[in-house]
């Protein structure tokens, strides 16, 4: 039986583990509705500034340069605040999975519009399958279900 835990780190700003991904559950969902209107037009603005703002709120900052946000990434990265916790990105794939969604890890392509999450759960997967006699280097989930 697979389980994805929870290890908290010191944190200027920390909510509870179930809380935090709630919320970024809210983001998350945003991102599915808004993310196929970006990759059917790069010249629709509005889509990929609401797919900027979610990404921005999910924690993937890198690709989420967009509008007037700019400023504000820019500042946060020049403070040293793109701090990233892979903590919580674990947390919102463990209430995808309590909520009966885990594939769409696959199906939503995060290696794509999430990778920093992508690869968190990958990491997490892959410690969590391996052996003593059978260490893994890698997990390569299979989207073709």
């Not at 983001?27 to 990759?39: S, T």
């Not at 924690?59 to 990233?84: I, N, P, Q």
């Not at 794509?112 to 968190?120: G, K, Q, V, W």
Request: with cysteine; aromatic share 10%; glycine share 4%.
């Amino acid at each position: 039986r697979l389980s994805v835990g929870y290890q908290h780190h010191q944190d200027r700003h920390v909510q509870a583990p179930q809380e935090a991904a709630l919320m970024r559950l809210q983001w998350y969902d945003r991102l599915l509705e808004e993310a196929p209107q970006c990759e059917a037009s790069c010249l629709n603005w509005k889509a990929w500034a609401n797919c900027g703002v979610c990404l921005y709120h999910l924690g993937e900052k890198k690709a989420s340069w967009v509008g007037k946000y700019m400023r504000v990434l820019d500042r946060e990265f020049h403070e040293g605040s793109w701090h990233w916790e892979e903590a919580n990105d674990v947390v919102l794939f463990a209430l995808l999975v309590q909520r009966g969604r885990a594939g769409e890890v696959c199906t939503q392509r995060w290696h794509e519009r999430l990778p920093n999450h992508y690869f968190a759960v990958m990491h997490v997967l892959c410690m969590q399958l391996s052996k003593p006699d059978r260490p893994l280097q890698e997990v390569c989930p299979d989207d073709s279900r």
